[in-house]
């Protein structure tokens, strides 16, 4: 191996392990485009009652809720059960970084199941 080759080698490397060729994951902090997003289900556990399906994504919610409907990506209780957004319990959130979308995935799902409803999502 000649000495530019290693050079170049090492270049590599290096941008690896300083996080350059992580730039723009869903974990950068500067990236803060994640939003949660609460679907109405009716009737998911065939008892009558309906439900909610709390999710996060980087998309819109619309968009995230057509995938969901057309099968991409989808959870199986969104793409059978799922008849709207419910922007009402969501729309006071503002994009956040991946990592905080999470915790307020769960934290949402958790307020919901708390005052009784069926839930579903908030991984």
Same mark, same amino acid.
């Given at each position: ?22 730039? +723009?994951? *869903?974990?950068? $902090?500067?990236?803060?485009? /994640?939003? #949660?997003?609460?679907? %109405? ?40 059960? +799922?008849? *709207?957004?419910? $922007?009402?319990?969501?729309? /006071?959130? #503002?994009?956040?970084? %991946? ?25």
């Amino acid at each position: 191996m000649n000495r530019a080759g290693s050079t170049e080698t090492r270049t590599a490397m290096a941008h690896r392990d300083n996080g350059e060729a992580t730039r +723009g994951k *869903r974990t950068s $902090p500067a990236n803060p485009h /994640h939003v #949660v997003y609460v679907v %109405y289900l009716r009737n998911p556990k065939g008892d009558g009652k309906a439900g909610y399906y709390v999710g996060m994504t980087g998309l819109s919610p619309e968009q995230r809720f057509a995938n969901h409907k057309a099968g991409i990506k989808a959870s199986s209780i969104v793409k059978r059960f +799922g008849e *709207r957004l419910v $922007p009402k319990l969501y729309a /006071h959130l #503002v994009p956040m970084s %991946y990592a905080e979308a999470l915790a307020m995935e769960k934290q949402l799902f958790d307020e919901l199941k708390e005052k009784g409803y069926q839930v579903f999502g908030g991984h």
